[in-house]
């Protein structure tokens, strides 16, 4: 016990009803700032999440470092929790990416409750971090791009997250370069519950977890079959937050109405496209969402039309067949985007994939048009000296064209010309050269004109 912790003790008043003091109050100093658990001792709060508190702690042994300390809150069932994630702690272990913050290790505390270490990460949430440095739209879509290698690497190890947010995305800011480390892998499925009443809330009334990026597959409680595109419904959400600012289900309404409220909305409501939802809040939120992009509101809503609105809302497909089929492939498109690139998740028009194509070769086509104009300008400044040079020249040609076409035409002449010139019918300077005439089946006025010229 330390001396704040004695002093505390000792400063608690007589007669003060004991039931509530002693042990109910011993069990935070415990695992509370100064105190230790395992080989760790707790140095401050960094933050408190719906399952447990997170301590930055010193790690003593056998080497010495900072480290992340998360203790669950009581009333969940540590045996279970810890056995939970022993599934996994194999594969974790070999995780091994620049984006992904390592879990050392688990345990017991002495309080009986299940505890995580892993690496301290000295960052922000993601959209945070997009938010203060007043990110554009194409620096948010690199950063994210390089979560998105950290969820597909994991999942190449077997590993689904089951918690995608913005909380457990932290960025962290080394040398002036950005570096996302996504945090609690293996831990949010260790503590995962279905979501009910009993289950989203604490015993304290607070809400567990964050609904709002929860994939349709995991509200459903009958669904037990839960893969990696669930990460990727999550990764559309907090794809969504990063472009238009705002979540695709208001969180007030989606909590109103008790679980099954929001067990509905997700599994059925459709969501509005970015760009759609930032046009429908008020003037003041959008242009200051705008600014947060380093952008003003029309040249936004104008860059989320269209691919970025596809992109998002293919990965928020409720049905999850419809949805990317892997990080990676979603990656690929935003990738696309960037690059101009046309997106698998737009419909197949031509004119769109034309659209792209000058988008993405706009130089070389401006080259192009250039050397076209230049060309058609030398031929017509030549033609008119030609002509100014050699009029008799060129009045000569033009007569013998006339000639030429009127000779072609007397050979080729129709039967309506042959018809309807006086004195050309059946006439013996213009014998009926068409095969139709020989055969006499063409038609003048409706009647088949057999023999008219015969
Ligand atoms: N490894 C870490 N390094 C640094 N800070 C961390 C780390 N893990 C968690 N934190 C901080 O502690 C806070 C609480 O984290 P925690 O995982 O308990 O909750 P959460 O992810 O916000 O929500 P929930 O518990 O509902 O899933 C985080 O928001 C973050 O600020
Ligand atoms: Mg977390």
Redesign the pocket.
């Known amino acids: 016990m330390n001396p704040d912790q004695i002093n505390k003790l000792l400063s608690w008043p007589l007669g003060n009803d004991a039931e509530g003091a002693p042990t109910m109050s011993l069990e935070p100093f415990a695992e509370g700032p100064g105190g230790q658990i395992g080989r760790y001792k707790l140095l401050r709060v960094?933050?408190?999440?719906?399952?447990?508190?997170?301590y930055?702690a010193e790690q003593m042994q056998p080497v010495r470092r900072e480290v992340?300390l998360?203790i669950i809150k009581p009333g969940m069932d540590s045996k279970r929790v810890l056995a939970r994630f022993e599934t996994e702690e194999q594969a974790l272990a070999i995780m091994e990416h620049p984006h992904v913050?390592r879990v050392y290790d688990a345990g017991l505390a002495s309080s009986g409750r299940p505890y995580f270490v892993?690496?301290?990460?000295?960052?922000?949430?993601i959209t945070e971090h997009c938010d203060r440095y007043n990110l554009s739209i194409e620096d948010r879509l690199h950063l994210f791009l390089h979560v998105c290698g950290a969820i597909q690497h994991a999942h190449q190890k077997g590993i689904i997250h089951r918690?995608l947010?913005p909380?457990?995305i932290?960025v962290v800011v080394q040398d002036d370069e950005m570096v996302p480390k996504v945090?609690?892998f293996g831990?949010?499925r260790a503590v995962s519950r279905p979501l009910t009443e009993r289950t989203l809330y604490t015993e304290q009334g607070q809400l567990?977890?964050?609904p709002e990026y929860m994939s349709p597959e995991q509200a459903d409680l009958n669904n037990q079959d839960i893969d990696t595109r669930t990460d990727i419904y999550s990764l559309g959400i907090v794809l969504y937050e990063l472009l238009a600012g705002m979540l695709p289900f208001d969180p007030q309404t989606l909590r109103e109405g008790g679980v099954e409220h929001i067990r509905k909305v997700i599994c059925q409501e459709a969501p509005k496209t970015p760009s759609m939802r930032l046009g429908r809040t008020s003037t003041e939120e959008s242009a200051e969402c705008a600014r947060r992009r380093h952008t003003d509101l029309r040249t936004l809503q104008r860059q989320l039309c269209g691919d970025l609105d596809w992109i998002a809302l293919k990965a928020l497909e409720k049905d999850r067949t419809r949805r990317y089929a892997t990080v990676e492939a979603m990656a690929v498109d935003i990738h696309n985007y960037l690059t101009h690139q046309p997106v698998t998740a737009a419909p197949p028009a031509l004119l769109y994939r034309a659209g792209k194509f000058v988008r993405r070769h706009r130089q070389a086509l401006a080259v192009l048009t250039m050397m076209v104009l230049v060309l058609g300008g030398v031929s017509l400044a030549i033609l008119m000296f030609v002509r100014a040079a050699f009029p008799g020249g060129c009045a000569d040609a033009h007569r013998k064209q006339e000639i030429r076409r009127s000779r072609s035409e007397d050979r080729t002449a129709t039967p309506q010309h042959i018809c309807r010139s006086p004195g050309a019918v059946g006439s013996r300077a213009n014998p009926p050269g068409t095969e139709g005439l020989r055969r006499g089946h063409y038609r003048v006025g409706g009647s088949r004109g057999k023999a008219v010229w015969a």
Request: proline share 3%; hydrophobic share 45%; glycine share 18%.
């Open positions: 960094l933050g408190e999440g719906g399952m447990g508190i997170v930055l992340a998360k913050a892993m690496e301290y990460v000295k960052g922000i949430p918690d947010k909380s457990n932290l945090i609690d831990v949010a567990v977890g964050t």
